[in-house]
């Protein structure tokens, strides 16, 4: 605009003037252009600093990142200890840069999180109930905020029938374990061969992985599937029991006490196994798929389609013929 306008006889500190321009800005821009550097905006200073980083630093603070010793370590006490032993000299800056880079930002020991590359647990496939069970915990808000009951819930994988459930008011292995108990004297699980007994599904908290429930299982002949961490695809059918039951239009939200959920849960579950019909098991109740009802009622409902379909083709046949003749002897 200033170079069109200067060809017009209208100077350049008088357009810069109009256009609220400082006319040094102008000049700089000018003398950028003619040196073929362009008027793109770039951050200021050199592109690499004269004092960056020497390869041999960077593989130093890599080493000594994936070291076992210093796994635990944060960026900042990395840096400090790696200048106090004389192994290399940098800003905490530049050691977090150099960690994110190579992906070490998050926990580096052996007992480092799910890193993306773990395999689901391998499941088999089911022919009737008992054959693997699946269960967990879930959180129950109370009216004092901050203060929660837990929901252990153990259900049959293949009929979704609700095997044992209870209410407690902490997280602990000893209620986990009168939960599967529970489960193997309900369903006399221990008077079956080890080869039939059911598998058991869980995922990773503290109260699965204790000693007393791996050492239940491994008593009584049930193998302990985990499902991948932060995955819980791998154990869909009791996050989705869980998300049914609190969906449920008469679910309270919150609890006054243990006693009150206890309530609430059982008049819950009797209609859950009894009176619901389950979308993921052909709509059957999970009482019926359990006890080997399903295919019977699936085949009578089929049978039944056919038949009334069957019968509304022959009665509009019917009606058809009537409206011909009615018409021919018109």
């Given at each position: 605009?200033?170079d069109?306008s ?33 008027l ?5 200073g ?46 905490f ?27 689901p ?29 837990y ?8 009929s ?8 407690a ?10 939960l ?12 079956l061969?080890?080869?039939?007994r ?8 503290r109260?699965?992985?204790?000693k ?17 961490p ?28 243990d006693?009150?959920?206890?309530t ?12 619901h ?54």
């Amino acid at each position: 605009m200033i170079d069109s306008s200067l060809q017009n006889g209208v100077s350049v500190r008088r357009s810069c003037s109009i256009l609220m321009v400082q006319y040094r800005r102008i000049v700089r821009w000018q003398q950028r252009i003619r040196r073929g550097r362009g008027l793109h905006d770039r951050k200021p200073g050199p592109t690499e600093p004269l004092h960056k980083l020497l390869p041999e630093e960077t593989s130093q603070i890599v080493a000594m990142a994936k070291d076992e010793k210093y796994a635990d370590l944060s960026h900042r006490i990395l840096a400090v200890t790696a200048a106090d032993q004389g192994l290399f000299q940098a800003s905490f800056s530049s050691v977090y840069r150099v960690l994110k880079q190579q992906g070490l930002t998050t926990a580096r020991g052996a007992w480092r999180g799910h890193n993306g590359n773990s395999k689901p647990p391998v499941r088999k496939e089911l022919t009737g109930p008992n054959q693997r069970w699946c269960w967990d915990i879930s959180y129950l808000m109370t009216q004092q905020k901050g203060l929660y009951l837990y929901l252990y819930l153990l259900l049959d994988e293949w009929s979704r029938k609700t095997i044992q459930w209870r209410i407690a008011w902490s997280q602990t292995a000893e209620e986990s374990r009168w939960l599967l108990e529970g489960g193997l004297a309900d369903q006399n699980i221990l008077d079956l061969p080890e080869d039939q007994r059911p598998e058991i599904i869980n995922d990773r908290g503290r109260q699965m992985k204790a000693k007393p429930i791996q050492r239940l299982c491994e008593d009584h002949g049930m193998p302990q599937l985990f499902s991948r961490p932060r995955t819980p695809n791998d154990n869909p059918f009791i996050e989705s029991a869980f998300s049914t039951a609190k969906r449920a239009p008469e679910y309270p939200g919150r609890f006054l006490d243990d006693r009150e959920a206890v309530t609430y849960f059982t008049r819950y579950f009797t209609w859950y196994d009894t009176e619901h019909y389950h979308s993921g098991i052909d709509f059957v109740t999970p009482q019926q798929a359990h006890e080997g009802q399903r295919w019977t009622i699936v085949e009578e409902r089929r049978a039944k389609a056919f038949s009334q379909r069957r019968r509304r083709r022959e009665e509009n046949q019917r009606k058809s013929g009537v409206q011909k003749t009615k018409k021919q002897g018109t």
